[in-house]
C-alpha cells in the first residue's frame, strides 16, 4: 500500500525557518519527479518546487532564494527547506510523487503552514 507521510509544518514567526519532510513508501518502483505544493484558503493550489530524479529543480518566482527542494533516494524522502518566510506563505503544504512505470501521481495528506506577523 502507497503511502507519503509528511511532517515538518507549523507555527513560526516572520523571518522564520521551517523544513518540510516526505517519505514515500509501498512501491518498488523507481521515483520519478517529487514535488511541492501549497493551497492557501479560497487559492488554487500551486507547485511551490519541483526536482527530478536526475536533481534538476524548479520553483515559482515567489520563493526563490528562500526555499530550497532536495531528496534523498535512498530514502524515498523529498524535503522543503523554507527560508525567510513571509505570511503569504501561509497554506497547506503537500507533498507529490511521480512514478512513470504506473503511470501515477500520488498525493501526502498535507501539513498546516501557519507564518504569523
Known amino acids: 500500500q502507497v503511502q507519503l507521510v509528511e511532517s515538518g509544518g507549523g507555527l513560526v514567526q516572520v523571518g522564520g525557518s521551517l523544513r518540510l519532510s516526505c517519505a514515500f513508501s509501498?512501491?518498488?518502483?523507481?521515483?520519478?519527479?517529487m514535488g511541492w505544493y501549497r493551497q492557501a484558503p479560497g487559492k488554487e493550489r500551486e507547485l511551490v518546487a519541483g526536482?527530478?530524479?536526475?536533481?534538476?529543480?524548479n520553483y515559482v518566482d515567489s520563493v526563490k532564494g528562500r526555499f530550497t527542494i532536495s531528496r534523498d533516494n535512498a530514502k524515498s524522502t523529498v524535503y522543503l527547506q523554507m527560508n525567510s518566510l513571509k505570511p503569504e506563505d501561509t497554506a497547506v503544504y503537500y507533498c507529490?510523487?511521480?512514478?512513470?512505470?504506473?503511470?501515477?501521481?500520488?498525493w501526502g495528506q498535507g501539513t498546516q503552514v501557519t507564518v504569523s506577523s
Open positions: 507529490n510523487v511521480r512514478l512513470y512505470a504506473l503511470k501515477r501521481s500520488y
Open positions: 509501498g512501491s518498488t518502483f523507481s521515483i520519478n519527479d
Open positions: 526536482i527530478t530524479s536526475s536533481g534538476t529543480t
